[in-house]
């Protein structure tokens, strides 16, 4: 198979590329081929059914997934995604991607995803509160506390998050604080944890910037994906004085080579429900926003934005990945041979589930953290984590995703050497 043609098929089957990623990672750092086979597959792989009455009097059954990969550090971590075209094996996927990450931020996590097949966008408000209360009723013996903690991820937000926690505390009878995280406020979520994963993203790209003697006010970044993250974080590169060249969302993209006004941006699409049309700017395609002269790219919306097809034309010298699986492995070769400095989502977009460990431990303590506080806690872990994988990747002359990779998996699998295989 030529490596366009891997990349092809990878495409279809994230979790072909997630076992790809960790096989190379294996074979780099000679991981005992016991372990490789234990951890290619994922713990638990939960399928539900989920029938909702919906407004017009009928029922419809959606498809729901929770997956756990690893347990061996901890409880199972990880979000609840939305998306009419979510499978079971980009779960699986994105469960074990999860581990990676917890891993290397040093959290005392193991990986977990969950899905519901369905399009947020068009279910009225009520009809998502029920599919979200029986997803969870569904689900119910999985998660808890001690066990597998969902939070937010595409197509679902603090308000799924509430209804989570509420269904789940009525039925044991009590709140559990500890069960999800990305709550509302008002419920014991976090302060700093909306923001969370833009914030680790604006750390990542900082520190990088600063070993290449740049700063903010000097780069020019594309942004693909205007949701949680891809519009907090430009709103805090904009507060850096960086200059935002190019934003999107599923409509295209919007540029202008001089800087995008990002209030202006946040405001239009809060009005129009799009980017498109923003004063002031250019109409591109999201595939024209990948390949656009910028310093940075920062892919923020959904998997394998950069493959083998478009990463010979990718202009930036650095790519930090918001969005997790944004490249494939195709992709990842090409950049690599062209010397893009790739900041892998692990690093990248971990900044979400620092939060998320920070509002769990606060639950379970019932103690309430400052903001100074979480950001501070926040930029120590982050920028610990990719100094270590900085230094990795200079001591193995790797890439930084190599790297990264590596220190996750070689922790979890010291764990589980330390723990055993019982019985
Ligand atoms: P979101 O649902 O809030 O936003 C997704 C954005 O991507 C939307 O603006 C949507 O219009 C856009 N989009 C969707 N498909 C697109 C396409 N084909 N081309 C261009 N834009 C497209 O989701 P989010 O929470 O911002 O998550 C974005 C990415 O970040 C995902 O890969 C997610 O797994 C990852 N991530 C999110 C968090 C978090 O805390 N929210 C944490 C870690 C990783």
């Not at 996590?109 to 969950?114: D, I, L, M, T, V």
């Not at 070769?333 to 790739?342: A, P």
């Not at 990795?392 to 002359?397: L, Q, T, V, W």
């Amino acid at each position: 198979m030529s490596t366009t043609e891997a990349a092809t098929h990878l495409r279809e089957n994230p979790y072909a590329l997630a076992r790809a990623q960790l096989q190379r990672v294996a074979d780099t750092f000679g991981v005992d081929p016991n372990l490789v086979a234990v951890l290619s597959e994922c713990k638990k792989t939960v399928e539900v059914s989920v029938p909702v009455a919906m407004d017009d009097g009928t029922t419809k059954v959606f498809e729901g997934y929770r997956v756990v990969h690893n347990v061996t550090r901890g409880p199972a971590k990880g979000g609840i995604r939305y998306h009419p075209g979510v499978t079971r094996d980009e779960v699986k996927a994105l469960a074990m991607w999860m581990t990676w990450k917890c891993a290397l931020m040093g959290l005392p996590f193991g990986g977990a995803k969950g899905a519901v097949v369905c399009d947020p966008k068009v279910l009225a408000p009520d009809e998502l509160e029920r599919l979200t209360r029986r997803y969870t009723t569904e689900i119910i013996n999985e998660i808890g506390p001690e066990k597998d903690i969902p939070a937010p991820d595409v197509g679902t937000n603090a308000q799924v998050m509430a209804w989570i926690f509420d269904t789940y505390s009525m039925n044991v009878g009590h709140s559990v604080l500890g069960v999800v995280t990305g709550k509302p406020l008002a419920i014991g979520g976090s302060v700093g944890r909306d923001g969370a994963t833009a914030r680790g993203v604006l750390y990542c790209i900082r520190t990088a910037l600063q070993k290449e003697g740049r700063r903010f006010p000097d780069t020019r970044l594309a942004i693909q994906g205007f949701g949680n993250v891809g519009r907090n974080l430009a709103r805090l590169l904009s507060e850096e004085g960086a200059r935002v060249i190019a934003l999107s969302d599923t409509r295209g993209a919007v540029v202008n080579q001089y800087g995008i006004d990002v209030q202006a941006a946040i405001a239009h699409k809060s009005e129009h429900g799009a980017l498109e049309g923003l004063p002031g700017t250019e109409e591109a395609t999201n595939e024209e926003l990948i390949e656009l002269e910028c310093d940075v790219l920062v892919p923020a919306a959904l998997e394998q934005a950069i493959t083998a097809d478009n990463a010979p034309r990718v202009k930036a010298h650095m790519i930090c990945e918001a969005a997790n699986g944004a490249t494939t492995p195709g992709g990842d070769e090409i950049l690599e041979d062209r010397g893009v400095l790739v900041l892998p989502d692990v690093v990248a977009n971990a900044g979400g589930v620092v939060v998320s460990y920070f509002e769990w431990v606060q639950g379970l303590q019932e103690y309430f953290w400052k903001e100074y506080e979480v950001n501070a806690k926040l930029n120590d872990i982050v920028v610990r984590a990719f100094e270590e994988t900085w230094s990795a990747r200079e001591r193995f002359g790797t890439s930084m995703r190599m790297a990264a990779y590596g220190l996750a998996v070689q922790r979890v699998a010291e764990a589980t050497v330390t723990r055993g295989l019982y019985p």
